[in-house]
């Protein structure tokens, strides 16, 4: 079975930054995609942020520019870096990876997801 836990989570003025890592854990496979989600109140889950086999990426348009995705095929993890925060970034990021490719939304595995709260 495989678990993913994210770490990095918490409270940053605007204009801050936070780094997210998202550790999987058990019979860990070889993810062809790993990446972040993340969904604010009232709003439906969102693609943040995808990497796949060989460092193709995909972001939200809203991130561009100021996260930055990476990972670690062989360990299994993936990090978000996330720099000139905004309040609108305030949302419970979730860590998400599947072992063939997959359409945003329809991963294999979610982690239990992090708080991440901007203030203004």
């Known amino acids: 079975q495989v678990r993913l836990v994210e770490f990095g989570g918490g409270l940053v003025q605007a204009g801050g930054s936070l780094r997210l890592s998202c550790e999987a854990s058990?019979?860990?496979?070889?993810?062809?995609?790993m990446g972040w989600y993340r969904q604010a109140p009232g709003n439906q889950r969102e693609m943040v942020a995808v990497m796949a086999i060989g460092g193709i990426t995909n972001y939200a348009e809203s991130v561009m520019g100021r996260f930055t995705i990476s990972r670690d095929t062989a360990k299994g993890t993936v990090y978000l870096q996330m720099n000139s925060l905004k309040p609108e970034d305030t949302a419970v990021y979730y860590c998400?990876?599947?072992?063939?490719?997959?359409?945003?939304?329809?991963?294999?595995?979610w982690g239990q997801g992090t708080q991440v709260t901007v203030s203004s």
């Open positions: 998400a990876a599947s072992r063939w490719p997959r359409g945003n939304n329809n991963e294999d595995y």
């Open positions: 058990g019979s860990i496979p070889r993810f062809n995609r």
